[in-house]
């Protein structure tokens, strides 16, 4: 599997009957990752050392912004560097807890959070959206809504005219960048 694309282009392949080669199916499979990838606002895949600036929110935890959370280099608080488990400690849900019986300050952009997120191996709901919108992509004619030539009909459905299943609308729900609301 490409390392650009959110899913495999074999399996696309497999429900097109096409090559996992042909041009078009690549392009529906890439244009696919690249929408999924604006919907959720993060590239999915593992990122390493991203850094981030945090409002504080007055608790005791604050949620990283994109999860699951594989590594914290470093948090700093005002600039002043904390100590994990002692000031601090995360989990790979992307829950930063503040430790010592302290919160957070409610301040804006005091925290400076650098940490590695994201999946090594893309989860099978996002797969499988893309796999979904990729498969529609290379079949619907853009702006068509009915078909009919000699005796046979096509009409594509609601999907083809708003562009997103509820499967795609699930993954994306589970998968966005997450803000201080979402405590």
């Known amino acids: 599997m490409a390392t ?19 041009p078009k199916l690549l392009a529906a499979l890439r244009a696919a ?13 593992l990122v390493a050392g991203d850094t981030v600036r945090l409002d504080g929110n007055g608790r005791e935890v604050v949620l990283l912004p994109v999860w699951p959370t594989a590594a914290v280099a470093s948090v700093k608080l005002d600039g002043v560097l904390l100590v994990a488990g002692t000031d601090y400690e995360w989990s790979e849900s ?3 807890r503040r430790l010592g019986g302290q919160c957070w300050p409610n301040r804006l952009g005091c925290l400076e959070v650098v940490y590695t997120h994201g999946w090594a191996q893309i989860p099978d709901d ?46 994306v729900a589970r998968h966005q960048v997450r803000t201080g609301s979402d405590l």
């Open 33 to 45: 990752t690249r929408r999924f990838r604006g919907a959720v606002g993060h590239p999915v895949t």
């Open 126 to 171: 996002v797969a499988e959206a893309i796999i979904d919108q990729a498969r529609s992509l290379y079949t619907v004619v853009p702006g068509v809504q009915s078909k009919a030539v000699g005796g046979q009909s096509v009409t594509f459905g609601a999907q083809a005219a708003v562009g997103v299943t509820a499967q795609w609308s699930a993954a």
């Open 94 to 96: 992307g829950i930063l």
């Open 4 to 22: 650009d694309l959110l899913a495999d282009p074999a399996e696309l392949a497999v429900w097109l009957g096409r090559p996992a080669d042909d």
